[in-house]
């Protein structure tokens, strides 16, 4: 398992922090995620052997939001 | 697909809705083929993030904000509507933008915090200075640090001495002066001198990366009303679908039911919390203050009733010299003697005379001969060829002086809590020196602060004896104090205050009290920067030793439930009147839009409003 945090464009509606959170929840390999809405972050705990952070990463941009980094 | 940027979308979408507006006009408000070219145009400009939004998240059956308006807009053009639909997604795009904008101000103390921390460091490598990022400092590397920048690790100073601006970490803007030994912390800046430190502790684990990281995590800590709101929102988005569709069905009025789709977004409700809270962390980040997270800011706000450590809170926790009373010489030959013979002494109330005598700048540069210290009694000492004393009745005692001519002044001094220490030759007592834990400077404001923010009752726990205890809190004017206690003791007295006076806060220095930190409602650690213990187990932290920004603590917390109710409210309000001018027709599609977007950002501005909030009482 590892822990990645995604660095987000700034977040503006909180139903963003719903439809991220949601796409997580049903993506396989993510054991555990966390939107922080105010931080502007996504924390994704995940199976790598699964899906990779990269992946993880497109289908968060594929919902319309722009990944600035990850860590 | 060709790549716009949002500016560039929003500049785009500008030209087209005012142009559809114009040619609407000119043409009599006809919709002529040329007008509904525009306003389709406008639509799809500004609609396709939306539209694209609302798609993408259906896929994982999410049904947002997005949602709603696509399913308005696409009813708008099908029944004809263009001019609403043109204006809904042009507004729409507007409000995002600037909600962006505003959210970003509004978060800015926290992103101002990030932007102190240091960019360079230099340090000696074989020899030679290098300068490197601060993540590849190594524990242990000897860092230089010249006026007018950042200090990049915590450390110990090796050489040198400056006065620094440890703003960062304490939000105390005063330079305070640092030399040999002394910790340093990252993210400080030099204002005059030059250092070489030696790094403890470097990147993530510098006592600076880890507030920022714990301010980053708290802002999104989420208050209770909060996580009610969220709760509110996953069912309530769905259920206004399910409402336009029996409105419709009712009035077979296809506008009334999309206006009510567009109208119902609850933008300015679910963001409502969030906003106030980021605002008020913020500007307590920015002061030294760390709240973590919404729940503790809500539960700050509440607090009846205030125990206190004594010890290193209320007190320095260091003891000085409170009076000197000589008999054969003035007080300062008596200091003066008295430092002399301590000049060896580890004691802390050798130290604490050496300190007064230095304060007043006798010349201590003499050393005593054969000072020989007496456990447990004091030490002797030989100056300029002659014996002395320095110590208590014991010492006096065993050394055949007759001290019952003092006793007077001795039992009056430990009735309020002192220490008086003798000081005398082979023959009598020369003086007494008397010394306590000194109470801070601002402790007798910061109580008079707590009493104009209404706390109820204010209490001072401590290990200490019952008359040290009884000393301070009659000077403090305290309204109970529980002395002698273990760290079992505390706790208990703490549950019995909970019961009385509802919710307790504990304020301690964390090292010694972290039991009572943790079961107490709310745990507050004051000096907390460098203490690790403190800065975990507390839910606020006081960076600095500054005990006065409690009562700023606790205003600030006010002022934020206060903002976070007023959005609320406001959010509630906005959204039953436009429910209402819906269901009476005199509110359209484009109007309510334009008024809910407006709602949002009103929120977020007063949100903002909390960034500016400072201690009045403290200043009056």
Known sequence: ?71 | MLKITKGRRMILGGILVVLSFISHRLSGMEYTPVVITLMLATTIVAGTPIFRNAFQAARYRIIGIDALVTIAVTGAVIIGEFWEAAAVTFLFMLGDYLESRTLEKTRSSIKSLLDLAPDIARVRRDGKEVEISPDEVIQGDIVIVRPGEKISVDGTIIEGNAHINQAAITGESLPVSKSGDDTVFSGTIIESGYLLIRADKVGDDTTFARILQMVEEAQDKKAKTQKFLERFSRYYTPGIIVLSILLFLITKDLVLSLTLLVIACPGALVISTPVSIVAGIGNGARNGVLVKGGEIMEKLGTVKALAFDKTGTLTIGKPGVTKVKAYTMSEEELLRLAAIGESYSEHPLGRAIIQKAEELNLDINVVPEDAEIIMGQGLTFYFEGKKYLIGNRKLFQNAGIDTTEYEEHLQAEEEQGQTAVMVGDEERVLGIISLADIVREDAKKMIADLRAVGIRHIAMLTGDNKLAAKAIADKLGLDANYAELLPEDKVRILGELQEKYGRVAMIGDGINDAPALASADLGIAIGGAGTDVAMETADVVLMSAEIKKLAYAIGLSRATVRNMKQNIYFAIAVAGILLAGVLVKTVNLSIGMLIHELSVLLVIINAARLLRYKARSSNR
């Open chain 1, 1 to 71: 398992m590892t822990t990645k945090t995604f660095q987000m464009e700034t977040l503006t509606c909180p139903s963003c922090v719903a439809k991220i959170e949601g796409m997580l929840k049903r993506t396989k390999g993510v054991e555990e995620s966390e939107v922080l809405f105010n931080a502007s972050k996504v924390k994704v705990t995940f199976d790598e052997s699964v899906i990779s952070a990269e992946t993880i990463q497109e289908n968060i941009e594929k919902l319309g939001f722009e990944v600035l980094g990850v860590k």
